[in-house]
């Protein structure tokens, strides 16, 4: 029986604790390793990423500024993850907040794709509505007063698994290879198909499913938006293995890397779900799913400043284990140093840039700058892997070869290896392990995932970027300007009203 | 006889041909090829940078908003560049202006060092007298109103010539090598020596000289700054030569490549040169020396945004010869637009970043953030190299190997040339080579200067900004987070108040 | 009871079957997850690392003329890796060789330490004996000779655990912490000490001990090299764990990634372990020891030509999994595929010219060129990484999401991904879902160790390179060059003898 | 009235001065800035391009076993630039002779175009003899022998025009876009159009006209090589111009940075220009047009080792800088001129790897391995950039902005410029200045469009290395190790012949 996650006993969720409380006793549908998942929340493989998540409630208490707001449905004080930006700040300080979190958990803390979900669907639906006469901007109001109210966590599902990728939707030979509703009734809508590495869905209270890409006319079935309960009959997550993932499952503390934080990925296959009218906010208006798609691509590629704040454990790490060697005085290491830390700053600077250079939609919420956006992610998807080459680097050898915790701790052989692999006399062979665990977690392990891999291909491949950066480069002002230079072309006939990203550059 | 720039029939400038006006008549001692120079406004080789900044007054006019303000010192309005900064919002815009005429001159218009001095000044000179109970600051505002009044261009002066590195300026031999008080009377002071490469100094009508580093209690008579009118008795100017600076002086307009604008940087010779009293912003303070010098160089990395500018120029220049050579579809060609461009912005987006994170000194004048202003310039100590490289690239090995304009205006010779070196039916052949002079003047010849070597040197060289990114990266903060991460040390020890940077990245 | 390598029922190893037997009924001390092995060579984590060093068995058969050789002592047949290399022709060939056997395994196949061990101990001795009017020289013959009756694997262990990295070994508080003599007798001497990370001990008949590093008269105790068997008394093996490396217990043989071939460290301790006399090929001679280390990195840094074939295998899979995703037609992913090719090929050119470029020593044993293999090395500290991160941008995101092999094979389950990972038509989900597990072992498993972490860290990080290739960049050679065409001295005045690296460049 | 290069009183060239000799007198039709050059040897801006070839004779007479051979036609030595390369040894050793000469002039020596077109042309002429039974190969050799009895410098022509990118010659609206023969005799051939951008062909006394790129049947006029004297009527030659050029002609030898040696570029116009029947080797073979510029780019790519002897001549500039500047010692100064080696190694190892790695033609002509020359070439096109950016950083500042010659020689202000700019005592400030002016030179100034313009685009822009890499980079066999190993393939079905570049790595 599915636990409705809005019963008469459902309470707000403050603490990290109310949050994990939040997750039990739900009857989900996991597999892991070909068995059916009990209890997620004392799984010891999935519980890292709900930690992560529990540390977003937790800063909310600490530092509630940074963390939190007060809702404007409900006029309490909600996670910022639950907020929609109406002001280039508002967006500024999710980028920190993001920062923060990733130097308190070293992982993706995976409530993004949500936030940047309903922040995108805001002011779409508001201009679908303003289009096409529809009611969707006000069902998504109620549905965030709702979500406000209980201080939920929402995911997103956007990537659907594709396919043949040549094909549209609707020409796929399986027609599941793109969500799609699959029945109408006069209650709502029933939808199948599956979504690919999903990231926090299982922790998260509810999920927006959302398209893929832009859409025809043809795959109007594909132009489907709609909040479902994690919980949803007919929804079957399959849990993603990570590099290193049954380490959290050997019983120790430092084999783990990181033992408390980690990210999450599914493939959530939907068979039938049913989506409630009041909570569509898109239904075959497939004009509109390039829209939807590129605003939340343009919020998405810029909240990956997160990385910048895995980067500053990343390189703490690093400067850390420098230490623990004896060697953080030799100059090419602090030179490495300054190096991890100009290139993690560029996706920190390049972020919030973006989120500055902001302008309002008509529906009164911000939307950032989509070029910087771009040009962050595209950092993001070097930058993370050159810092964790020089992480190695600085770690040493040690980083992939050391014995197991299980050696360590042993009375015998664990002797020889504490004696053994000693540094510099104030740490601990203990702690120098650790340390040198870390930076595997980071570059190899675990937290490799979300650190590089994930760096690399959520919110958009590089070539993605590359597109986006190419349609808003506004090739033919510039080539003007070097016309008029190079003495072709009078500066007169040169004068033109700037449009797009130039026309935000030179905004005052 | 020196002309008094502010004499009875002195007039506040409007235009640019106002500007260039007030530059005639004066009595300046300038050697260029050994040779005295009579009037600089009509040397075909100085000529280009004068152009360079009248157009920062004629955009004032055609853009009001971006490159001018209301002076709170008259009233009336005034040059952008010799406002101080009162908010962040101040710094942006003064970036915005930078990048407009980066395009729209195509090299270094050579007023950001004025401004940055003149702002470092304000902050610095307030807690001057706030700890030693001078009156600096009044004095400055003085000299900012009576500027203000004018219009005037200020430049700066820094860059000592420096001897033996090695050597404080009280150790070396020859006292010169760093410019500082000779004599004394009651109504001011005389200062000698020299500073290199001062960009923008025959063009200003007054000068600021400062200290070019941190002093020590025996380099008191080094502790100086002051203001100078350009035609002060004492000064020698050699000016210096830049890469093809010759073709300016050939008559023609193709070969220059930029027959418009050029930058600007000659050597500075104070002989005995006299400042009065009210026009002493530091004198003997040592101690004051490297907080005017960091808050300068915070502020002048950051300025390095008018280099987005110069190559949106070199961007757009790369396109049309693409097209003009009639491959302009290829997807490598695209892919290498989009390269510079990534490149371009992320020179952009750091530079505001440093300006929208920027905070409030004692004075109530802003300063820009210390980590980003110096990831920017960082940045630009490369990428400008890395973009002039992908436009030569483009431009074909035409761009260094073309006949000359008197060839290609010859009679005989130049149908030959016109004929064979066709691109593109739809472009003529000078349209083509104009292009192809405009790509070799920024990658190899005269702005090139600008666009690459000062992109390098300018502000400190790149060493300088890893020692100040090296400062400002707070090691100690991130040792702790991997600390936590990695089960060494209990969060809870962890707690601790933020400081420097990250108190600014997460300042709310 | 310790099993003699050369007992009576010894035979010459010819084909890998042979090898894995031998390998068989070994008195070991291994630990690993604290517990002690058995038998090494049926324990599923260790196995890979041993079919590896079969495959360069298996390759000699195949094909002989690139992996074997006929013994100069033995006049019989024999790997090449037991050959000392007489020509610059001898040096290619093994480079050839390793690049093979990268492409066959996609892994470290752990011959090259003692492979280069060996050879610089070879025209070492030879000039100890010279200098000193020892037998070092014969009895490395004798040795070898012996191992070439046998077709043994030679391992060679020198990386000692260094503790307090400012102490030279004798000034450490703990004298193990380099490997030393701790008596002696009239038979031979007891070394203690550990090596750390070494590569393809367990799995080699003997290993050749040596000194680490640069040793002072003080250290003299520290200068011995010698062979001893790998089930010497008083050995214990402490294996390294890998990122991943549990995966290889699981059962299954998919996501593995790799699931025939691995490498292997581990910590290998010395508790008084004796050396004969006639195996000691180093005692006491303490300045020869830098000259040891020299000449073992420099055919070392060479020979990690080896992972341009690891790369062949990557570059392979990239192009693999494209197809399979249908997208390798798109232009970028094409480019990106030429990319991953120039840098794989720029490891195999500078390492096969150090080769070419190498030089007899008085020994008649060939030494490759120093410059050229330190820049061969540096570039293998960079280029897969990032080779690996153009793998991980064509696999997508699925390398590091897919759900594991126990989901893929479940009866129902499994019905479901292999519906919803199915990519183009012409491949199954299984083979796809394999090419993505052999991406993520070379770039996040186990088999990124050896490409990534320990092509940063083998033979030397990066830092050491740069300091040999500080060494021998002979700039007063270059400076002389500038300074003749600059017109400060006189070409005639610039005549000097070539020496060092220039020498060999101009070599005919 | 055409002079003949091989007239009655023609001697046999051994010393530069013979060779500056055989140059004077020569009837010419050459422009430059608008004019005609009565004598290119005596005109001071063409003087240096002739030097450099002048020190290809020098050489061979100081080091006659670099520089020169045997010729196999005439028994006497001659410059090895006259040499068919008959094994791999002798391909390395024209890179050794290369390398030499970069260090020795600074900059292109022009002479390899030539060499590396008759290479070409001994296989090409062989194999379309062997096809079609023509005879070009001995009239090829009877060439030759000739230019060897006189040890005449032979230069190539190659790079047409091009006109309209995206059509073939013969679609062309203006036939002359490509060189074709617009007439014929009995006697010979006519050919008109023009060649741009042509390397040392004034200052040679043969051009090989050669076709640039693959033709078709209908391109059969187009499809013509042959041999012409420099001064054969008809030809004129248009002087390209080059960044700075015009410093030469100042009367000084400072701010030419390198007053010695320059390179040449000029666009060579044919109009109706003969060539006679026995000096034809290529006439209508459309079918061989894309085998003779295939073989010509391999050697050609190759070739540009010759940037690593100029790279050494920029790294021992900033090398002298930096002791002049007084900061030698620091370690990021070291370090930079470690990495600045570091890439100009890469420049070598990978040209020499590529001549090592020859193999034979039919014809016994050695052809170096097309893979390796294009990973070569590729890097030239972005390391010399990376070279001279160090540079410029270490030069500092005054790279860009110095006083000119005039102002350091004259008698006030002179005395005021060297006061100012000392360095470190023991260097003249005119020293010093030289020092900069080569960098200048080097990175901007005239020998930057051989260093750097020239690394780009000689022997083929980047684009073209990337296509021939992915052409060479057999992703088919590389596909298959990855399948075998990911067990989608077994080993067994895996088998097959090797071709191509990996027939080549794996030739033993």
Chains 1, 2, 3, 4 share one sequence.
């Not at 109310?18 to 004392?42: A, H, P, T």
């Not at 809702?71 to 910022?80: A, E, N, Q, Y």
């Not at 409530?111 to 529809?134: H, I, K, P, Q």
Request: aromatic share 8%; hydrophobic share 35%.
């Amino acid at each position: 029986m599915t636990k409705n996650p809005m019963s008469a006993d459902t309470k707000k969720i403050v603490s990290g604790e109310d949050y994990i409380n939040s997750l039990r006793n739900r009857d989900l549908n996991i597999y892991l390793f070909g068995e059916q998942i009990k209890e997620v929340v004392d799984h010891p493989m999935i519980r890292p990423s709900i930690n992560a998540v529990a540390e977003t409630y937790d800063l909310a208490i600490r530092e509630p500024e940074l963390a939190s707001v007060i809702s404007p449905f409900t006029g309490k004080r909600i996670s910022r993850f639950l907020h929609v930006v109406m002001s280039a700040h508002d967006m500024v300080l999710q980028n920190k907040m993001q920062r923060k979190l990733g130097q308190n958990t070293g992982t993706c803390f995976q409530r993004c794709v949500g936030m940047d979900a309903f922040n995108s669907l805001y002011s779409v639906t508001f201009e679908m509505d303003e289009a096409n006469n529809t009611t969707y901007h006000s069902r998504l109001k109620s549905f965030l007063k709702t979500m406000h109210e209980f201080n939920f966590v929402v995911g997103g599902a956007m990537t659907d698994v594709k396919g043949d990728r040549s094909l549209a939707p609707h020409q796929q030979e399986d027609p599941d290879m793109f969500v799609h509703i699959a029945k109408r009734t006069k209650e709502g809508v029933y939808i199948s198909g599956a979504k690919a590495h999903q990231t926090g869905c299982i922790n998260s209270h509810y999920m927006l499913v959302m398209p893929t890409m832009r859409l025809g006319e043809a795959d109007k079935d594909y132009a489907i938006v709609g909040a479902v309960p994690v919980e949803a009959k007919g929804i079957t997550y399959i849990y993603g293995r990570q590099s290193c993932d049954t380490r959290s499952m050997e019983g120790g503390s430092i084999d783990t890397g990181n033992n408390t934080y980690g990210g999450q990925e599914a493939m959530v296959i939907f068979d039938n779900v049913f989506i409630p009218n009041e909570w569509i906010f898109m239904d075959g208006d497939y004009e509109f799913a390039s829209m939807l798609v590129e605003r939340f691509t343009t919020y998405h590629r810029r909240s990956y400043v997160c990385k910048s704040g895995v980067g500053d454990v990343l390189i703490g790490a690093a400067a850390n284990i420098a230490e623990m060697n004896g060697v953080e005085k030799a100059s090419h290491i602090k030179d490495k140093l300054v190096q991890m830390t100009h290139l993690n700053e560029t996706i920190y600077a390049t972020g919030i840039a973006a989120s500055y250079q902001g302008h309002s939609t008509k529906s009164g919420c911000y939307l950032c700058d989509d070029m910087l956006a771009n040009v962050c992610k595209h950092h993001v998807t070097k930058m993370p892997y050159e810092i964790g080459r020089l992480a190695q680097d600085l770690g040493g050898g040690l980083v992939a070869t050391m014995p197991s915790e299980k050696d360590l701790n042993h009375p015998e052989i664990g002797v020889l290896v504490k004696k053994y692999l000693k540094g510099k006399a104030e740490f601990t062979t203990v702690e120098r392990v650790r340390m040198l665990r870390l930076i595997e977690n980071m570059t190899l392990g675990r937290n490799a995932v979300g650190y590089l891999t994930e760096s690399m291909h959520g919110a958009g491949s590089p070539q993605a970027q590359r597109i986006q950066i190419g349609r808003a480069m506004q090739l033919e002002y510039k080539k003007r300007l070097a016309k008029v230079l190079a003495g072709i072309q009078d500066a007169d006939d040169a004068v033109e009203e700037l449009s797009g990203y130039f026309k935000r550059v030179f905004a005052l």
